[in-house]
């Protein structure tokens, strides 16, 4: 078992790994802006199979974001243990709509204690609701 599973080391800070259905461009605007981001794209793993996403997600100790809703909270409620999981409810924003959902994803998590077998669950209205995993 995992002694730890944090966003990241030191309170308030978020640990992200963002899905291909996300622009890489947001990841750059993220790192920009001072938050730990990566996008799948930059750890090779472009076309993945979404376990082998949640594994790396959880391997890096990050808190991942996708907008493959039904799929990755199927595989994640499977999971004895995660970092936590974001579900963007809404698909195909601009890059721009992206990066301003993920501002308020960065700052709603790091009001968290942490996400661990948590899901945040956020709309493209920035309406939002956090649970526990499995439910």
Known sequence: MRKHTRMSD?????????????????????????IDAVHIRERGVL???DHQVA?????????????????????YRATELNAGLVLITTG??????Q????????????AEPDMINRVLEIDADGSYVFRDLPQ
Do not use: H
């Open 10 to 34: 030191a309170p308030g800070l978020v640990k992200l790994l963002l899905d291909e259905n996300l622009s890489p461009w947001a990841a750059e605007q993220l790192r920009t802006g001072g």
């Open 47 to 49: 076309s993945a199979l």
């Open 55 to 75: 594994r790396l997600a959880y391997d890096e100790d990050r808190v991942l974001v996708t907008s493959n809703v039904a799929d990755f909270e199927r595989l």
């Open 92 to 97: 195909n924003l601009l890059r721009a709509e």
């Open 99 to 110: 990066l301003r959902l993920l501002q308020q994803i960065v700052d709603l998590l790091g």
